[in-house]
């Protein structure tokens, strides 16, 4: 069907080959024939690099790295149902992975409750699994080992909430919780750059934001309250060197707002995590990751004068790039997703998700899901790269790479500061404008033939490829909603009536709402009835939309 | 459609997805091509988009959806311009949609649906040719 510039394609190529303009990675650098010492003997930069382990962590946060262990094999293990999901993810962690992340589906994405009518068509979507209410939490966490395995929530806008529903079950099963470990997305600011899964203005947002992290921080101390994410910056369009200076200057604010909200820096620095995409130009992700540790631990000791080593620390999970997986010839997906999870790796990521090759088509089959992981151990057990680490330093070209993401990036910071900071810049269209014209220049560049896809704008077939691909259970919808309606006619509805009130009290004052929140959910309150009196109080948000 | 007149594009993103990248270059690549274009924006129902699509009396409708809704909202619009009686708008869209499902949706009227990696030119063309009928 759709690309038919094939010869077309490949005479531009040649044309282009004694043009410089043509050697560019993706964040539109020019990228030289040769690098040599003149492009990183500045003075004063060994300091820069240091060892690993060690101030500013430019070739990595572990003096061992993964010769003592290799990064955590961290797969997205979710279904419809919570315990179709609950079953997805003990298969998963018997089959060697050992990390979790759960997706939602959208409705509670959204925080809506699968009864409500605008999510209908959409309960259990997008390999999500539907969360309404403690009973969902429940039966997702049952036998799972969550003071052991560390679980990745994959929740936004609603954070507050599902972190309350796991402390809650947490507490039933007498867990303590200092012993819980794993993860809240709960990055709120990339929502409104890019993802947009928000419901309230940015800045009730980041109030709940900052409660979670607050509690977390006096409650949860192996938890990780936020983690600050690049990854959809960079589906939405961002380029790599956007991703990485958007990401961080997102993290900066929420450290600036964990301040304000009387914490101390090294009280909860040490719990921010990063989530970066890995995107297809290899080398270009590589710098990215070591830029990125570099100005954390420089930006968090001299502008927020941290003193603890581990609140310099740019921890950070990687996914491999789903924009770039095609639904042409799709199993060439399966050694794109291979090249990105190297380059991941030899970038010092902490822990790794592996897409499955058929993602552009459908929701992931179990043996497509089986082969993404199975591309880590492979990588891990058999490619020897971890045997040395970091071992990409000092070459010129990685080493220069990697001082020029970083002087880019002041560049976006200072925009970003002149328009008032990150919050500012939201509401002033910046991020939307920014990503919207990367986007449309990357696709720019595939249609004119400046960027290869193979199986697409070269090498095209005509013939599609028929692949086996996993169904959505027609039925699923169905039973949930009416399961949730009988626990909503089987509950103390006094009660309920009386936590959504406090909820509300809660919400125009400066409480920490978490308590509140936990006591509803307890009460079998559901995540759409409290999204719904939150947002009678914090109203609604809507984008201009920039394109 | 009167000859002459610009082609007016209503494009929307329905359903509680955000994930809004395709719909945007898509909607600047009509626009390049000398459409008018209106983006409805995120979160659209059925009903706000085929009303929209009246009130700007558009020529086509596009609809980007990756998570799996399409089995619902599709026909769901269809529905909803045939009780209005602006059948003739015609209805294409894009995304995360299986070949299968794309056969049936063809079946109930909907015209043609884009997976991922279309190029924006071939898309153009579409409505270009079939707008001309």
């Known amino acids: 069907m759709n690309n038919q510039k094939g010869t077309e394609t490949i005479e531009n190529r040649e044309k282009g080959s004694t043009n410089d303009d043509s050697f560019k990675n993706l964040s539109g650098f020019k990228i030289k024939a040769l690098y040599g010492p003149e492009d990183i003997s500045q003075p004063g930069r060994e300091a820069d690099l240091g060892l690993p382990g060690e101030y500013p962590f430019t070739r990595g946060i572990h003096k061992t790295m993964y010769r003592q262990r290799p990064w955590t094999i961290r797969q997205l293990g979710s279904l419809d149902s919570p315990s179709k999901a609950n079953e997805r993810i003990r298969q998963l962690l018997q089959m060697g992975a050992n990390g979790i992340s759960l997706c939602l589906d959208m409705p509670t994405i959204m925080g809506r409750d699968s009864d409500d009518p605008l999510a209908e068509g959409e309960v259990g979507s997008c390999g999500g699994v539907a969360i309404d209410s403690i009973e969902d939490m429940r039966n997702l966490l049952e036998g799972i080992p969550i003071d052991e395995i560390s679980i990745n929530f994959v929740s936004n806008s609603q954070s507050s909430v599902i972190l309350s529903m796991f402390v809650a079950v947490a507490e039933e099963r007498g867990v303590p919780l200092e012993k819980l470990t794993g993860t809240m997305q709960n990055d709120i600011l990339k929502e409104y750059q890019a993802q947009k899964s928000y419901y309230f203005p940015p800045r009730p947002s980041m109030r709940l934001t900052i409660d979670t992290l607050s509690f977390c921080n006096k409650h949860l101390p192996r938890f990780n309250p936020i983690s600050i994410s690049g990854y959809h910056l960079a589906s939405a369009g961002a380029t790599p060197v956007q991703e990485l200076a958007f990401t961080l200057a997102n993290g900066f604010t929420y450290v600036e707002e964990g301040i304000k909200a009387g914490l101390s820096v090294d009280s909860f620095a040490p719990r921010l995590s990063f989530f970066f995409k890995v995107h297809n130009d290899f080398f270009e992700n590589i710098a990215k990751y070591r830029a990125a540790r570099r100005i954390w631990a420089k930006t968090i000791r001299e502008r927020f004068e941290a003193k603890d080593r581990r609140s310099c620390l740019f921890r950070v999970h990687t996914q491999t790039s789903g924009s770039s997986l095609t639904a042409h010839q799709a199993e060439n997906n399966i050694i794109r997703v291979t090249i990105q999870a190297l380059s991941a790796v030899l970038g010092g990521t902490q822990s790794l998700h592996t897409n499955a090759f058929d993602e552009a088509l459908s929701i992931p089959t179990p043996r497509s899901e089986k082969l993404a992981l199975r591309t880590q151990q492979i990588i891990a057990r058999e490619s020897g790269v971890i045997n040395t680490i970091d071992p990409l330093a000092g070459s010129y070209y990685v080493e220069a790479l990697t001082n020029q993401m970083e002087a880019e990036c002041y560049k976006y910071f200072k925009e970003i500061e002149d328009l008032g900071g990150v919050i500012s810049a939201i509401e002033k269209g910046y991020y939307a404008k920014i990503i919207a014209d990367s986007a449309f220049s990357y696709q720019r560049e595939i249609e004119k033939g400046e960027r290869i896809v193979v199986g697409l704008n070269e090498f095209f077939e005509e013939e599609e490829t028929d692949i086996e691909l996993r169904e959505a259970d027609p039925e699923f919808e169905r039973e949930k909603v009416s399961d949730l309606v009988a626990l909503k006619e089987n509950r103390d509805q006094a009660l309920v009536k009386a936590c959504l009130n406090e909820i509300g009290e809660v919400c125009q004052g400066s409480d920490n709402i978490i308590p509140y929140l936990i006591k509803a959910v307890k009460s079998y309150v559901t995540l759409g009835e409290i999204i719904g009196v939150m947002k009678e109080i914090f109203g609604e948000y809507r984008e201009d939309s920039i394109y | ?133």
């Open chain 2, 1 to 133: 459609m009167n000859k002459g007149r610009k082609r007016r594009i209503l494009i929307a993103k329905p359903g509680l997805d955000g994930h809004d990248r395709g719909a945007k270059v898509v909607a600047r690549a009509l626009r390049n091509a000398g459409m008018e274009v209106i983006y409805a924006g995120l979160h659209q129902t059925p009903l706000q988009i085929v009303n929209a699509a009246i009130d700007e009396d558009v020529d086509a409708i596009g609809l980007s959806i990756l998570s799996g809704a399409h089995k619902t909202i599709f026909p769901k619009i269809m529905t909803l311009l045939k009780e209005k009686g602006a059948s003739d708008i015609l209805v294409f869209g894009g995304g995360t949609i299986p070949k299968k499902d794309r056969v049936e949706l063809t079946s109930l009227g909907v015209g043609e649906i884009f997976t991922t990696g279309t190029d924006t030119h071939v898309i153009i063309d579409y409505l270009n040719r079939t707008l001309e009928t």
